[in-house]
């Protein structure tokens, strides 16, 4: 692999998702030789840590998260880490950022290469980019951006955030992070789309009845109340993971691969997606929020979460294309925090066949991204000691030995930031489109909630979150397939 000289600067480099998952995946790139000698990466933050005191920290990222490793190549590469205190408001700090930058990349040779990385809370991320434009921080070199979700609050904060980040960088060196396109189960949605006869063949309206999307969780909000009762679930899984997933079962096959043929299809589908009115907001929508238990606060219990909060724990809805291959094919989704399990999966729901045997199932095709990857498809066959019709799943389940290979979704969407590879990233037309469904929903939402006596659903724990999401369907012959 190719050694990429590079400085990378993060800005929040003491915390969560640094030490986390950019911190152990960065490792594994370097044991690959894709970042070998020339390259460096400064943490900034606020707090007064030392360079020794980073590297101790991305030693202990990396031994958390690997069972064997070299001491020495650990070693050698926490040595590539500075750590520099940053004020992010303070203009001045950023000059001393730029001339750290400078001697590094004299010291390791790093072309005038910059990767900038934007890992702390995202109300910092518009005076961050406005300083590295006001400052000059980009380098001689390629200069490229990394953003972390939420890319905004609604369409006009996202459009603000992106045109002070383009005051420095062409959106072909904006890459808006999704972590759901870096997972091996995501990534196989096209392959499976476009190269098994068996799947293209039947992927249109004449024989997809519906398709429904799950994002379970087991979770609640945990610590992040604060920001969790700003955002809700709409905002915080279905504007970007969902409707990724979503964009990617319905968009037309792409000319080739290349990350411009993959945008253009994205694009094109995505001009054709209904914003939904107020009425159908009320119709197809359901919002809920988590009750307590013996054991766990109600969602409005919550530390840092509004008694009174409007703030949805659990989203579920629908959507529709008027052009592409499933165009007037009902999409289904849903969300929510407190479920009884982990779970997301994708269900193809196909449309039944008159047959001479009368009741016979529908073929579902399901894709289990998490916990398992799995794919299987229900098919009909015949009842072994009685006349009748019996239903059999064709399962395909990752072995342990393939689920080892799958590199984490961070260490894979970074390899594509360094190779320079926008497929698996967002898009700022793409993000748009989103944001004008999402903001649609929300309006309709803000405005019940004026009138008094929004409609919240309230579920219990660990269940299936609330029962209305069952009346979303357009037919009395749906149904979630996942129960
Ligand atoms: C994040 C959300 O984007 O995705 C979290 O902000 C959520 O609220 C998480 O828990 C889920 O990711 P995963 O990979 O665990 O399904």
Do not use: C
Not at 211 to 237: F, H, K, N, P
Request: charged letters at 25%; a negative charge.
């Amino acid at each position: 692999m190719k050694n990429i000289p590079v400085i990378m600067i993060i800005f929040g480099g003491s915390g969560d998702l640094a030490h986390r998952k950019l911190y152990p995946s960065l490792f594994n790139l370097y044991e690959q030789g894709l970042i070998h000698d020339n390259f460096a990466v400064i943490g900034t933050a606020r707090r007064p840590w030392s360079h020794e005191y980073l590297r101790e920290q991305v030693s202990d990222a990396i031994h958390e998260t690997h069972d064997q490793v070299d001491e020495n190549e650990v070693k050698a590469f926490a040595s590539h880490f500075y750590y520099q205190s940053h004020d992010v408001t303070n203009v001045e700090h950023y000059v001393t950022l730029k001339k750290l930058a400078q001697e590094l990349d004299d010291r390791y040779s790093a072309q005038g290469n910059r990767l900038f990385y934007m890992a702390m809370a995202p109300r910092f991320f518009g005076t961050i980019a406005t300083h590295i434009n006001d400052q000059h921080l980009t380098g001689s070199g390629f200069n490229r951006i990394v953003v972390e979700k939420p890319f905004g609050h609604d369409l006009a904060s996202a459009e603000q955030l992106n045109k002070e980040i383009t005051a420095s960088f062409d959106e072909n060196d904006i890459f808006r992070i999704d972590h759901y396109l870096g997972k091996e189960m995501i990534q196989n949605i096209m392959p499976m789309r476009f190269t098994n006869p068996l799947i293209k063949n039947i992927w249109s309206g004449e024989y997809i009845k519906n398709i429904q999307i799950t994002l379970a969780e087991r979770l609640g909000v945990e610590a992040r109340g604060g920001y969790y009762d700003t955002s809700g679930a709409l905002r915080d899984m279905v504007q970007n993971h969902i409707f990724q997933i979503i964009t990617l079962l319905a968009m037309p096959e792409p000319k080739d691969l290349s990350s411009d043929s993959v945008h253009q299809a994205k694009q094109e589908l995505l001009k054709s997606l209904i914003i939904p009115t107020p009425e159908e907001v009320e119709k197809n929508f359901v919002r809920g929020q988590y009750l307590g238990s013996d054991t766990t606060f109600a969602y409005k219990k919550e530390p840092n979460v509004d008694p009174d909060s409007t703030t949805e724990t659990y989203v579920a809805g629908k959507t529709k294309f008027t052009s592409g291959p499933i165009a007037g094919v009902p999409i289904y989704f849903r969300t929510g925090k407190e479920f009884k399990e982990k779970k997301t999966r994708i269900d193809i729901v196909l449309k039944h066949i008159n047959n001479p045997y009368g009741q016979a199932h529908s073929n579902n095709i399901t894709i289990e991204v998490d916990p398992e990857s799995k794919i299987y498809i229900t098919i009909n066959g015949k009842k072994i000691d009685e006349p009748g019709i019996r239903r059999e799943d064709l399962t395909y389940v990752f072995s342990k030995e393939e689920m080892a290979k799958v590199p984490d979704g961070y260490e894979r969407l970074l390899h594509d930031v360094f190779v320079n590879d926008s497929t698996n990233f967002t898009h700022w037309s793409e993000l748009k489109r989103y944001w004008e469904f999402i903001d649609a929903v929300e309006d309709a939402w803000q405005k019940e909630n004026e009138a008094g006596n929004p409609e919240i659903a309230q579920y219990l724990p660990y269940r299936m979150g609330p029962k209305e999401a069952d009346n979303i369907f357009e037919s009395p012959t749906e149904h979630w397939i996942y129960e």
